[in-house]
């Protein structure tokens, strides 16, 4: 029996019998389709050639969208890895996952991922490089979990720079198809590094043929100058490293012949690595490129989609296309609603109107707050609007000052933000991407997409705000979160399971010392006082 996509309701979670007892009947291994899920780590829409962005060259990526679909509105629930990538693999938003809301958690063993299902149910799956993480995927039956499946890393390759993966993950690709049976299905999942941070600094002037004049665009939440201008465009030369991957994977399939039966999704887990993007919950935070081909799948190819879509609705998709039964697995709920009406449909535009919003929100990201505490957010995107909600407002959004501001990653844009209001003891950029917060934001999607006009506080914006908010809210209920029912400090309260950095506040505010990679030493700012 297919599963009922009207409902938006599909099954994810398999009971531990199911892995040891999938029997060959049940695997129709001779039509499903394929899938290539590329991922790249860290990346915001609208940096694609697709999108009219000039200063980045994907043409794997424009080409998946030319022979497929381009989305104009996805848009993970989390903008951070762990759990925008938990909420890929389950199909369910994170305030959902318990302890996978987090970043760095140990990954709850009720939650079976779409990987480890397709794999249980006659695919031929694995991954190269980064799957979920960071965190513990936990065990079954003794045995470490794979919740992207098993890894295929043996291939390395000569980087172009310093701080660029050495996977060939092209190459590791291909080792993973060599190793599937006949005409077995295969599930991949292809997790670049890049363009996270480090960047070899000015990589992509040197190697990228790109000019800083080339950036038409500066967010004005940093300051406009050369320093920021080559950071962007290294970032630019570790997305096109990410495509060429692509375009040789691509390449592979064709020559092997199985380009045709192939889903292939390309996307990113969050945005791009820089003050007031990677980590929050603003528009350039959540808002991630989406391009989707298949050519035997795909009822009329070369359309742009308008449609909000969420990161959950990938796990419905797979479990869909592939046909996995319903009364072979332990049922639950899921929130993701499948993509296929949207791959049979010939429309363009808004194809689905009961597509017209998504929700995000965050727990505990990275540590650097008294006890590892969170950052609390939940809010709601339409086509108009983007409504936020802060709950825990005394506390740094960013993390705390006097330990690098963890939840913003290291960079010559982030230490420039610091140098300018160390230099001027004040500073709109800095206030923007580190200062405290309101408990409701507002902000026009469209004609403010950097979230500079909080319109919360206008007394017209009143009515807006309040439908935005109990919509938002009356879904939340109707998904469990443990925030709208008094019980949000269990975020808090589960371990971090990252390595040294647990309990990172309190044990560097002791005294201890503390390695964090991921932060520049000037970015601490041990005597900084609150004005």
């Known amino acids: ?137 936990g065990e079954i039956n003794g045995e470490r979990r794979e919740l992207t499946g098993p890894a295929f890393n043996k291939y390395k390759t000569e980087a172009p720079t310093s701080q660029i993966n050495g996977n060939d993950y092209a190459k590791n690709f291909a080792d993973f198809l060599d190793q599937k049976e006949g005409e077995q299905p295969f599930v991949f999942w292809y997790g670049s590094t890049e363009p996270h941070r480090a960047y070899e600094y000015q990589s992509g002037l040197s190697k990228g043929n790109k000019k800083l004049e080339d950036i038409d665009v500066i967010p004005p939440f940093w300051p406009d100058t050369d320093t920021v201008r080559t950071d962007m465009l290294d970032y630019a030369y570790e997305i096109a490293y990410f495509d060429q991957h692509l375009q040789r994977m691509i ?21 791009m690595p820089f003050p007031r993007i990677k980590g929050q919950e603003y528009e350039y935070s959540n808002h991630l490129p989406l391009a989707i081909m298949w050519q035997d799948g795909i009822a009329k190819s070369g359309r742009i989609i308008d449609d909000f879509i969420s990161f959950i609705d990938f796990a419905p998709t797979f479990l869909d296309v592939a046909e996995v039964l319903t009364d072979s697995v332990k049922m639950a709920a899921i929130t993701g609603k499948s993509l296929l009406d949207i791959f049979k449909s010939e429309e363009a535009g808004q194809v689905d109107s009961a597509r017209d919003h998504v929700l995000i929100g965050k727990e505990r990201h990275d540590v650097g707050r008294p ?16 409504y936020l909600h802060n709950f825990e407002t005394d506390r740094w959004p960013a993390g705390n000052p006097e330990t690098g501001y963890l939840n913003t990653d290291g960079s010559p844009t982030k230490t420039q933000i610091l140098n300018e209001r160390r230099a001027n003891q004040t500073s709109v950029n ?82 201890e010392k503390m390695n964090a990679g991921w932060v520049n030493k000037s970015d601490f700012e041990k005597d900084f006082q609150e004005k």
Not at 377 to 383: C, D, Y
Not at 464 to 470: H, P, R, S
């Open 1 to 137: 029996m297919r599963m009922n996509r009207s409902l938006g309701i599909l099954v994810l979670v398999i009971s531990a019998s199911f892995f040891s007892c999938a029997s060959e009947e049940e695997s129709n291994t001779s039509k499903r389709p394929n899938i290539l899920f590329a991922i790249m780590d860290d990346a915001s829409f609208p940096h694609m050639g697709a999108y009219g962005t000039k200063w980045v060259s994907t043409p794997a990526f424009d080409y998946v969208a030319k022979e497929g679909l381009l989305f104009m509105n996805a848009y993970t629930p989390n903008a951070k890895c762990a759990p925008s990538r938990a909420a890929i693999l389950t199909g369910r938003n994170s305030w959902q996952l318990e302890e996978a809301a987090n970043h760095s958690p140990d990954f709850p063993a009720k939650f079976t991922t779409f990987m480890e299902q397709l794999i249980s149910s006659g695919y031929h799956g694995g991954h190269t490089a980064k799957g979920w993480a960071p965190g513990n995927p």
């Open 371 to 386: 006890d590892d505490q969170g950052y609390p957010i939940r809010g709601i995107v339409t086509a108009d609007y983007i």
């Open 251 to 271: 390449d592979e399939l064709e020559r092997r012949g199985e380009l045709a039966n192939t889903i292939i999704v390309v996307t990113a887990d969050n945005g």
């Open 430 to 511: 800095w206030e923007l991407s580190f200062g405290k917060r309101p408990a409701e934001e507002l902000f026009k999607r469209v004609s403010d997409p950097f979230a500079m006009q909080n319109l919360a506080i206008h007394p017209e914006y009143q009515m807006i705000k309040a439908q935005l908010k109990e919509r938002l809210f009356e879904e939340l209920r109707g998904q469990n979160d443990p925030r709208m029912f008094g019980k949000g400090h269990i975020f808090d309260e589960y371990p971090y399971s990252g390595d040294a950095s647990k309990d990172f506040y309190n044990r560097y505010m002791k005294g």
